[in-house]
């Protein structure tokens, strides 16, 4: 009953004894199927500059089944809810589906607009995702 999926079961049942005893036996399948939740844990980004790529990289997505046997099930989840071209918080749904029943948690993650900095800034920061302001002269090389 721990490991999901089908499972054969043997049933046997004997009467009697001796020579005379009569056993039967039957087999049947059954499927361990029940989800009943999925969580979120690890590190994982939850900050963004706008059209960046949405990431959920360092989180683990763990599904629950009726008989408390755990799954890691972070590469079936889906993740759904964000727009990365739209400043501000937004709910991230992540959703496992097991056999038609879905279970889901939420997170919320912020896409921030891209920032300004003057050409010494950016220099100074050594780089990075940035708008440049200022005046270019003197190009060389």
């Given amino acids: 009953m721990n490991t999901l999926g089908k499972q054969t079961v043997t049933v046997t049942?004997?009467?009697g004894t001796g020579e005379?005893?009569?056993t039967k036996t039957a087999t049947?399948?059954?499927t361990i199927t029940t989800l009943t939740s999925i969580a979120l844990s690890g590190t994982y980004p939850t900050n963004f500059l706008v059209g960046d790529d949405f990431s959920h990289e360092g989180m683990t997505v763990t599904a629950t089944f009726g008989n408390e046997l755990t799954v890691d099930v972070t590469d079936e989840a889906e993740f759904t809810g964000y727009d990365m071209l739209q400043?501000?918080?937004q709910t991230v749904t992540v959703t496992y589906t097991y056999n038609n029943i879905s279970a889901t948690?939420?997170?919320t993650?912020?896409?921030n607009d891209i920032p300004t900095k003057t050409i010494a800034e950016f220099i100074a920061a050594g780089g990075g995702k940035c708008y440049l302001t200022g005046a270019v002269s003197n190009i060389a090389t």
């Fill in 13 to 15: 049942y004997t009467e």
């Fill in 109 to 111: 993650i912020t896409i």
């Fill in 28 to 30: 049947y399948s059954i």
């Fill in 87 to 89: 400043t501000g918080e």
């Fill in 105 to 107: 948690q939420t997170y």
């Fill in 20 to 22: 005379e005893a009569i």
